[in-house]
Nanobody, 123 residues
Framework: QVQLVESGGGLVQAGGSLRLSCAAS????????MGWFRQVPGKEREFVTA????????YYVDSVKGRFSVSGDSAKNTVYLQMNSLKPEDTAVYYC????????????????WGQGTQVTVSS
């Protein structure tokens, strides 16, 4: 089992920045990839970004490229999501996930999920 705990969400004005953290514990060596997804009420969970521990490859959805940056600290089993130039449409609950799937951008590639942290961007 892997436990994931997100932190760092909150309320920010458009154009501002937030940094989310996801601390993993448990059988962390079993997860090759860490991802961030987001969800708003009534919509499907949307892929945001992911990072593979081996090699450090990163992936981003087009809407956040150039604004968001994912990074990881393997010694701390923690992944970070730096979000800059935030827009109201970035408002969502952000979920951290861990998994071993082949494709980074689909939920079923991830076995473990955090509880989520709310990000609200005001206009």
């Amino acid at each position: 089992q892997v436990q994931l705990v997100e932190s760092g969400g909150g309320l920010v004005q458009a154009g501002g920045s937030l940094r989310l953290s996801c601390a993993a514990s448990g059988r962390t060596f079993s997860s090759a990839m860490m991802g961030w997804f987001r969800q708003v009420p009534g919509k499907e969970r949307e892929f945001v970004t992911a990072i593979r521990w081996s090699g450090g490859s990163t992936y981003y959805v087009d809407s956040v490229k150039g604004r968001f940056s994912v990074s990881g600290d393997s010694a701390k089993n923690t992944v970070y999501l730096q979000m800059n130039s935030l827009k109201p449409e970035d408002t969502a609950v952000y979920y951290c996930a861990a998994g071993r799937g082949l494709f980074a951008d689909i939920p079923r590639s991830y076995e473990y999920w955090g509880q989520g942290t709310q990000v609200t961007v005001s206009s």
